[in-house]
């Protein structure tokens, strides 16, 4: 459900809270500034009054003043800008860190495929946009609207003309200019983000297809969407670049006029005999100078409807909820027989299984054979509760998954997947995912079972060897064998085998294969796999069925 921009802008201030002093300083300091700068605008009329006989201030305190005014200007205005930024950065700390506390939850389930790629796209760039709202966006339109109100009163004491006009001046250039762009900028605004994130994407995915483009000469169609893609981004970024010069000019043209008519106002007046000469210069002035606070608004409007989107991409995944809760507070449970009773289960409206049944034996190995789609990934994924049956059951030792503490469940089993993932960090440390506080001995005995001495023997650090620094990197069968001594290293009751030996060459499968024989002496292991040589270390071989229906 889409949410108002009002309420994303409240929901994000709340953000705020913690921080309440710093914002009023950055306002009280932001408004100072701001009277100061316009003082140096309106006090040299000041002494130029005193000089022709008008009774304000002494010339020579005025010149004085506008000296002061203008060092406290810098000053101010630093202070405040520290103040902005030193805000936006703290929340963009805190929103990061509760960002990842909520990806955190939402792991494994919702984190996969296209959601990824979405859920990395509002730690990148999302909540980096979000600076411009808390550094430039919320304090100056408190600034504007005190400054302008001070101004307001000041006006006041030379008679309600120059307050009237000045006020509708305000409203202008701050709110009605702003709001009538900003409408008109926001497609504008969309579709230039829309289209740079457009070209990202396209330039990395050629880039990652390099291979394949150069094998099968699809170089001139691979540069032409490249290029279809840079022509509509030069496109939406010079209408962008047309739209805030207009704005510009607009502004510029609405401050001149106001001036204009304020003088033409007040001069009637004077003509009136309600207001002096002196009043009438000095009015003029004084709304001429006051400007800046409603013109900073002005210049926000274009960026603020980038910024609430991705407010709002922020906000939604603070809000999201898991597809499973993780299971805490339960008894300590007892590894024994996994008996998988007439599960279903879909993603979707679209059920994957239908009414399975399974039993994995301690001490044997089960192996899983079945068509590419027919749910064999989705069963263990369901086995180790990164999703929840639709119905039926799966116990551990007659006691059902979901009371079963997570923690303890992830002690249970160790998983190895079709894709190892390899952290740019040491090959020692990679192992070591499986069991962070391991000894050097045990990360050594895991690989060797996985048949990795061999080659980490040959590496120029061996087991220091950072994996980043591997030139071409690792192989998929070197990948695979760190995902299969990770499993080792876990070293728990269960065994979650997707295609472990998908990568490797026969040499090296039939050693794993050895090795897994005699682990499973006293585990449970479930061995996921298309090939026959593989299947050959089970003890009992089930066929799955692709059952699928709507
Ligand atoms: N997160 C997901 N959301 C929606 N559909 C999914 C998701 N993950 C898998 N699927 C779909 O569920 C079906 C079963 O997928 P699964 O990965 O379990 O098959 P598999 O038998 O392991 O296949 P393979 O042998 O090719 O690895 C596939 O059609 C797949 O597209």
Redesign the pocket.
Known sequence: MRRSSIKIMAQLIGLVKPLIHIMIAAVLLGVAGFICAIGVTVLPAFAIADVLGYEYIEWKIAIALIIVAAVLRGLLHYGEQACNHYIAFKLLALIRHKVFTALRKLAP?KM??K?KGELIAVLTSDIELLEVFYAHTISPIAIAILTSAIMLAVLSTFGAVPVVVAAIGYICVGVIIPLMVGKKGAGTGMSYRNDFAELNSVVFDNLRGIDEILQYGYGKESYDRIKEGEVKLNCSSKKLKLLEGRQKAITGFAIMLFTFIMLLTCFATYKNGIMGIDETLISTVIMTASFGPVTALSNLSNNLTQTLAAGERVLSVLEEEPQVYDVTDKEIAEFGEVTVDNLSF???E?K??QDINFRFEKGKITGIL????????????LLMRF?EAESGSITINERNLNDINTNQLRDMQSYVT?ETWIFNDTIKDNIAVAKPKASLEEIKKAAEKAGLGGFIANLPKGYDTVTGELGEGLSGGERQRIGIARAFLHNSPMMLL??PTSNLDALHESYIMDSLASAAEEKTVVL?S?RESTMGIADKVFE?K?E?SS
């Open positions: 389930a996969e495929g959601k879909g993603y979707d679209e994957i299984l079945g068509k590419s789609g027919c749910g064999k990934s989705t069963l263990l994924k999703w079709q997707d295609e996921v298309h799955m692709r699928r």
